[in-house]
């Protein structure tokens, strides 16, 4: 748990860490490989974006779907790190990382159940599971976290500088990233004031 402090940089890219991260778990991943309905990746349409320092916050819609993303483009230039709401359930946001592939997935499915840790700053390390999902026509790979206390995250990421993943690979040494935290107060803040008023 130590180790997540001290990771602040990466020397390659997360494309290129995740290349490693996919190979050391294909053996196990079989046992939790789940197909999920086969359907092209949606495009959504991106509307009132907003820069707030390293973050920035926007809406995306298709039809009557409605979608509120503060997000953290800055720390890496083939990966990012948001939170999202949708309209009528704001109190139920979710944490979700993205990192762009070299070409589009040709389908939907779960890769990996990945054990995580999650740490601000300072604060204690939150040991979790992130699920790994392609999803297809897309280029992105995609982690999901499972999170019991998402409310008091968000509060921490508010107040914070970092924010560290670390994720593990077996044998070898935790994959870890590190994106900012500065802007995310202005960000996650605009976000749910947009997801609030949209049911209004």
């Known amino acids: 748990m130590a180790l997540i402090m001290s990771a602040t940089h990466f020397r390659r890219s997360p494309s290129q860490y995740?290349?490693?991260?996919?190979?050391?778990?294909v053996a196990i991943a079989t046992m939790w490989m789940v197909a999920t309905p086969v359907a092209n990746a949606t495009t959504f349409n991106t509307d009132d974006v907003a820069t707030h320092d390293h973050w920035q916050s926007m809406t995306l819609s298709l039809g009557g779907?409605?979608?509120?993303?503060?997000?953290?483009?800055?720390?890496?230039?083939d990966a990012t790190l948001s939170l999202n709401a949708t309209s009528g359930v704001c109190d139920l946001p979710w944490l979700e990382m993205r990192v762009t592939l070299e070409q589009q997935q040709g389908e939907s499915r779960t890769v990996n159940l990945v054990p995580t840790r999650l740490r601000i700053d300072e604060r204690p390390v939150i040991d979790t599971m992130a699920e790994f999902i392609t999803e297809r026509g897309d280029d992105g790979f995609y982690a999901h976290f499972y999170l019991s206390d998402l409310a008091s995250l968000m509060a921490d990421m508010r107040q914070g500088e970092q924010l560290f993943l670390g994720f593990d690979q077996d044998e070898r040494e935790p994959w870890y990233m590190t994106f900012s935290l500065k802007g995310a107060d202005a960000a996650i803040n605009r976000m749910l004031t947009q997801c609030e008023g949209s049911g209004t």
Not at 18 to 25: A, Q, Y
């Open 18 to 25: 995740l290349c490693t991260l996919t190979f050391t778990v």
């Open 65 to 77: 779907e409605r979608h509120y993303r503060a997000v953290e483009t800055h720390s890496y230039s």
